[in-house]
């Protein structure tokens, strides 16, 4: 089939050759031979970026291009008395409003650095369809309309200059409805719609999102997601590519293998390992990485995971009505995720003239800060042979983070390396007195005996001397530390 933007017998040809080329086949079991980068295992912490048009009207989440289409939510009625009916003012009429004056590449990139981030992941298309690159697809992307700046291709060059390794993420697949309401009523959402249209194909919505729902997307639709997959992977190479949880709908199966296939034959071609990230079991296990939204795992993971979260409980992008996440919380959330072999994706949402807003600020200078005196206990650092022991325990799943948690000084978490064991103290005792009971002298019936003998004890980033004694109940570690933060007690053993 050909249209006016590009050919797409020519784009599969391309395709097939690349997956031809490489020791990826387009199946399971090819694919299950993939193995996790290196520097994923050591780096620990990276920054997501939710960036596009829907930071221009700035309300209540990234899904208002959808939700301005149902008539009777708060979009609808805030739209309609903010800009006007929407026949006469679409989703698309942002796009002149979404003009990022303030967008410094560098300067962000030096903000998510000073912040400890060790890789950056911008969402290069959400499920709105505006491309936030230069593309040959569709004029609908911010080099030729808003911003007229490729944002994702200034974004890498930058974070590269700065050794931060650079991902990218698509969240196309649920544009096969996402717009769908907008025919629903008299909205510049109309048919007929053709590939190639901005809001194009607007189909209904399927009951409770239901993954196996019909109509199922058509051959046409799931070859122009995965051409705009791979222009993705073309143009920018990322070592991680993610995908939000539509992908796991049984049509995009076949497709899904073909683009994995083709993006990790591409990224071995030029001497890397790549992965996908998915959200548990919408890629087969072991053929990239589990990606877990806004929860976690209870306990230490044989394979490596991520999280991905955000500074504020209610959005991904910036609104006027944020409710923003504490930096303590933000620095726990870390620490339980890599004790359990996890990393951590935190995202940050710049406002539509490209400025990073203080309260991201904050988190950032402070997770920064952090990092700054117990970076060692967490980069390069591997699971110990428990995780953690306290009264407070996280539930298992996705979208855990509505509250926070409120640790006791009981509460301890752990790490290895640099032939250390790092106990991090989530609140440290205000008698400044610690107990470890993880590391007692002698077999108890709540832990064995650690074994080896404790060289030294210290607090990092603290002068004070620390006093350690290994007892029977466990390892009694007394200093004179006061922190609004988790401390980290390092513990050398002989």
């Given at each position: 089939?050909?249209?006016?933007?590009?050919?797409?017998?020519?784009?599969?040809?391309?395709?097939e050759?690349?997956?031809?080329?490489?020791?990826?086949?387009?199946?399971?079991?090819?694919?299950?031979?993939?193995?996790v980068?290196?520097?994923?295992?050591?780096?620990?912490?990276?920054?997501?970026?939710?960036?596009?048009?829907?930071?221009?009207?700035?309300?209540?989440?990234?899904?208002?291009?959808?939700?301005?289409?149902?008539?009777?939510?708060?979009?609808?009625d805030?739209?309609?008395?903010?800009?006007?009916?929407?026949k006469?003012?679409?989703?698309?009429?942002?796009?002149?409003?979404?003009?990022?004056?303030?967008?410094?590449?560098?300067?962000?990139?030096?903000?998510?650095?000073?912040?400890?981030?060790?890789?950056?992941?911008?969402?290069?298309?959400?499920?709105d369809?505006?491309?936030?690159?230069?593309?040959?697809?569709?004029?609908?992307?911010?080099?030729?309309m808003?911003?007229?700046?490729?944002?994702?291709?200034?974004l890498?060059?930058?974070?590269?200059?700065?050794?931060?390794?650079?991902?990218?993420?698509?969240?196309?697949?649920?544009?096969?409805?996402?717009?769908?309401?907008?025919?629903?009523?008299?909205?510049?959402?109309?048919?007929?719609?053709?590939?190639?249209?901005?809001y194009?194909?607007?189909?209904?919505?399927?009951?409770?999102?239901?993954?196996?729902?019909?109509?199922?997307?058509?051959?046409?639709?799931?070859?122009?997601?995965?051409?705009r997959?791979?222009?993705?992977?073309?143009?920018?190479?990322?070592?991680?590519?993610?995908?939000?949880?539509?992908?796991?709908?049984?049509?995009?199966?076949?497709?899904?293998?073909?683009?994995?296939?083709?993006?990790?034959?591409?990224?071995?071609?030029?001497?890397?390992?790549?992965?996908v990230?998915?959200?548990?079991?919408?890629?087969?296990?072991?053929?990239?990485?589990?990606?877990?939204?806004r929860?976690?795992?209870?306990?230490?993971?044989?394979?490596?995971?991520?999280?991905?979260?955000?500074?504020?409980?209610?959005?991904?992008?910036?609104?006027?009505?944020?409710?923003?996440?504490?930096?303590?919380?933000?620095?726990?959330?870390?620490?339980?995720?890599?004790?359990?072999?996890?990393?951590?994706?935190?995202?940050?949402?710049p406002?539509?003239?490209?400025?990073?807003?203080?309260?991201?600020?904050?988190?950032?200078?402070?997770?920064?800060e952090?990092?700054?005196i117990?970076?060692?206990?967490?980069?390069?650092?591997?699971?110990?042979?428990?995780?953690?022991?306290?009264?407070?325990?996280?539930?298992?799943?996705?979208?855990?983070?509505?509250?926070?948690?409120?640790?006791?000084?009981?509460?301890?978490?752990?790490?290895?390396?640099?032939?250390a064991?790092?106990?991090?103290?989530?609140?440290?005792?205000?008698?400044?007195?610690?107990?470890?009971?993880?590391?007692?002298?002698?077999?108890?019936?709540?832990?064995?005996a650690?074994?080896?003998?404790?060289?030294?004890?210290?607090?990092?980033?603290?002068?004070?001397?620390?006093?350690?004694?290994?007892?029977?109940?466990?390892?009694?570690?007394?200093a004179?530390?006061?922190?609004?933060?988790?401390?980290?007690?390092?513990?050398?053993?002989?």
């Amino acid at each position: 089939m050909n249209n006016k933007y590009y050919d797409t017998s020519e784009w599969l040809r391309h395709i097939e050759k690349g997956i031809a080329q490489g020791p990826f086949s387009a199946d399971w079991d090819s694919l299950s031979s993939f193995r996790v980068p290196d520097w994923f295992l050591k780096e620990k912490f990276g920054i997501f970026l939710h960036w596009g048009l829907y930071s221009v009207p700035a309300y209540r989440n990234e899904w208002y291009s959808r939700n301005m289409y149902i008539q009777g939510t708060p979009e609808f009625d805030y739209h309609r008395k903010t800009y006007g009916p929407q026949k006469d003012f679409g989703y698309k009429d942002f796009i002149p409003l979404f003009r990022a004056e303030h967008f410094d590449p560098k300067e962000w990139i030096r903000l998510f650095k000073e912040a400890g981030a060790r890789y950056i992941f911008p969402v290069a298309e959400h499920h709105d369809g505006f491309q936030m690159y230069r593309s040959a697809l569709s004029p609908w992307n911010s080099f030729e309309m808003g911003p007229k700046r490729d944002v994702i291709g200034e974004l890498k060059r930058e974070a590269e200059k700065e050794g931060l390794h650079f991902c990218t993420s698509s969240h196309r697949a649920e544009h096969w409805w996402f717009m769908g309401h907008g025919k629903e009523f008299d909205s510049d959402v109309k048919d007929p719609l053709s590939l190639g249209d901005f809001y194009w194909p607007a189909m209904p919505e399927p009951d409770n999102f239901d993954m196996r729902s019909t109509p199922f997307p058509t051959e046409e639709y799931l070859n122009d997601w995965l051409i705009r997959t791979v222009e993705l992977i073309d143009l920018f190479s990322p070592e991680l590519l993610y995908f939000d949880w539509w992908i796991g709908h049984e049509a995009f199966k076949p497709y899904l293998q073909k683009l994995m296939a083709y993006y990790y034959n591409r990224m071995a071609a030029s001497g890397k390992r790549a992965a996908v990230c998915g959200k548990l079991d919408d890629i087969a296990f072991g053929t990239g990485i589990a990606e877990v939204e806004r929860g976690g795992f209870a306990e230490a993971k044989a394979f490596p995971w991520q999280t991905d979260t955000a500074v504020a409980r209610n959005s991904w992008c910036h609104t006027t009505s944020l409710n923003y996440k504490s930096s303590r919380e933000i620095i726990g959330n870390l620490i339980d995720v890599v004790s359990r072999n996890g990393n951590l994706l935190l995202n940050v949402g710049p406002t539509a003239d490209g400025t990073i807003p203080e309260g991201d600020r904050r988190i950032l200078s402070d997770v920064g800060e952090w990092l700054r005196i117990n970076g060692e206990a967490v980069y390069g650092s591997h699971v110990w042979r428990i995780s953690g022991e306290g009264p407070t325990k996280d539930e298992e799943g996705a979208f855990k983070d509505d509250t926070e948690k409120t640790y006791t000084d009981q509460d301890i978490r752990f790490t290895t390396g640099h032939g250390a064991i790092y106990a991090f103290a989530m609140h440290f005792p205000d008698t400044g007195k610690l107990l470890i009971r993880s590391m007692p002298a002698k077999d108890t019936e709540q832990a064995p005996a650690f074994l080896g003998i404790i060289r030294n004890v210290r607090i990092l980033g603290f002068d004070e001397s620390v006093r350690f004694e290994r007892r029977e109940d466990g390892l009694l570690v007394t200093a004179d530390v006061s922190s609004a933060f988790p401390v980290v007690i390092r513990i050398d053993v002989a």
